[in-house]
């Protein structure tokens, strides 16, 4: 069975700092690329961030450019997103997300195979 687990989600005052993780089973980690997807109160989803299947390649929206950090540890089959400089319009749910081939880094979410459950952010003083 595929389970993607977030975790680390909370509630941040503006400007501070937040680490996600995604513990990842069922399936081969290694060989997918995964992404971070976020979803605000009443919008859709909103891509943030992808990373290849090796780690050595990542990408991000221009939102969070700058701030956030996506890295992987295949040893653990654990994703993370480190998040800095923190803003309200950054609160949302935030789920990670899986696809096959591994070396493809799209920006769509529905180009992603497997998702978690979400781990909620809220960015407030």
């Known amino acids: 069975e595929v389970q993607l687990v977030e975790s680390g989600g909370g509630l941040v005052q503006p400007g501070g700092s937040l680490r996600l993780s995604c513990a990842a089973s069922g399936f081969t980690f290694s060989s997918y690329a995964m992404s971070w997807v976020r979803q605000a109160p009443g919008k859709g989803l909103e891509w943030v961030s992808a990373i290849n299947s090796g780690g050595g390649s990542t990408s991000y929206a221009d939102s969070v450019k700058g701030r956030f950090t996506i890295s992987r540890d295949n040893a653990k089959n654990t994703l993370y997103l480190q998040m800095n400089s923190l803003r309200p319009d950054d609160t949302a749910v935030y789920y990670c997300?899986?696809?096959?081939?591994?070396?493809?880094?799209?920006?769509?979410?529905?180009?992603?195979?497997?998702w978690g459950q979400g781990t909620q952010v809220t960015v407030s003083s």
């Open positions: 997300a899986a696809r096959f081939p591994g070396h493809e880094l799209p920006s769509r979410p529905d180009e992603y195979t497997y």
